[in-house]
């Protein structure tokens, strides 16, 4: 248990933070101005921009939400992007890209694994080959470095130092599409970090892949997939979700939390400005899911944060997921992630099975058709 640092109360407070749930809600300036400084402390530790670049006159990254202007030399709030001679260029070099991958045998350990057509078969015939798990079979699992984000509970905080150091990291873009057509691979999914930084890359790789393997008369699926917290400009997003859509892949969108304080104090950035994006790319990959059935294109994933993800955030997120549903007539699974302690919130327990079922509980109540539990063997009986 932590103390607020503004109304003094015991519970499940993260030094990373600082401050409560309550707090951010009812007093957001200051406890806002709390967590900030806690952000910008440890950022300039590990030789990361305190907040988003605004250098006047920089040169001016569209990529994400953030929107960094970078004057020269100088690095995006992602680690990715650096200003030289008045323009971006990426830290691997124009062609390259910092990542890491490996072969993760099916069915995976993937968000979007409820409703996955190698684990599911939905979709079958057109975007599985087998009415069962496609066994034997592989998803290439592509983790990228770099973040738009600087979320104090990240269970993948490797993404940093990947970005800080990317010289053991980098890849061609085609050498990363070959790996994406190995013979057993069925699934690529983007992750990390985030795909975001890297999505021009990523995004030119897909669909070289795509174009490859239907000269090379490939017999199986290849699904592009992504899981990502959602920030990218909506032009990108709109071309991701397009890959996936004509591939049988799955666009997994990260909500953080629905309130936008208590969005900042996880993650660093600007809270409304990220809500508004998030709503803005979730409704463009909903409007593209009703051009496919099975599987859905769209799934939305939550990590269940003791003490600030709660009910409330997930019946926010929820209810505007199921407005869109009910807007374009699609089907949009929810799947709520049981939380570990990692990163800067090793002070805070895993999820509270209490709070998962709860969680699920509100969620369907909102009007989501499918709501999915997660990583449930962390869930026990912490508070």
């Known amino acids: 248990m932590g103390r607020c640092v503004i109304c003094g109360r015991e519970w499940l407070v993260s030094d990373a933070v600082g401050v409560c749930a309550d707090c951010l809600r009812k007093r957001s300036a200051e406890a806002l101005a709390v967590a900030r400084r806690r952000h910008i402390e440890w950022r300039a530790r590990m030789g990361l921009p305190p907040r988003p670049p605004r250098q006047p006159g920089g040169a001016r990254c569209g990529i994400c939400v953030n929107e960094c202007r970078l004057g020269e030399g100088e690095r995006g709030y992602c680690g990715i992007w650096v200003g030289r001679g008045g323009r971006l260029e990426p830290v691997a070099g124009r062609g390259r890209v910092v990542v890491y991958t490996y072969l993760d045998p099916h069915p995976t350990n993937c968000v979007a694994e409820p409703v996955c057509p190698a684990a599911t078969s939905r979709g079958y015939p057109r975007y599985t080959f087998t009415p069962g798990v496609e066994r034997g079979f592989y998803n290439l699992a592509v983790f990228a470095g770099g973040c738009p984000l600087d979320c104090v509970f990240c269970q993948n905080p490797e993404h940093k130092s990947m970005a800080l150091e990317p010289v053991r990291y980098l890849k061609t873009v085609d050498e990363l599409v070959e790996e994406m057509l190995g013979e057993r691979v069925t699934c690529v999914c983007f992750f990390g970090g985030d795909p975001t930084p890297q999505l021009p890359m ?103 944060v003791p003490g600030y993800v709660d009910v409330e955030e997930v019946r926010g997120i929820a209810s505007y997921v199921a407005g869109l549903s009910r807007e374009y007539g699609v089907n949009i699974p929810m799947v709520l992630l049981a939380f570990h302690p990692d990163h800067r919130m090793r002070d805070l327990p895993p999820t509270s099975r209490r709070h998962a079922l709860e969680a699920r509980r509100a969620a369907l109540e909102a009007g989501v058709k499918e709501v999915y539990l997660a990583n449930t063997w962390l869930l026990g009986d912490y508070y």
């Open 202 to 304: 990523f995004i030119l790789a897909a669909r070289r892949a795509l174009d490859l393997a239907r000269k090379r008369g490939r017999h199986l699926p290849l699904r592009i997939c992504w899981e990502t917290d959602g920030l990218a400009n909506p032009a990108l997003m709109r071309e991701a979700a397009r890959l996936s859509l004509i591939s049988g892949g799955i666009v997994k969108i990260d909500w953080k939390a629905w309130t936008p304080s208590i969005y900042e104090a996880l993650t660093g950035v600007d809270g409304h400005r990220a809500i508004v994006r998030l709503m803005e790319n979730t409704r463009l990959v909903a409007s593209l899911a009703r051009e496919r059935g099975e599987p859905p294109l769209l799934v939305v994933s939550v990590l269940l």
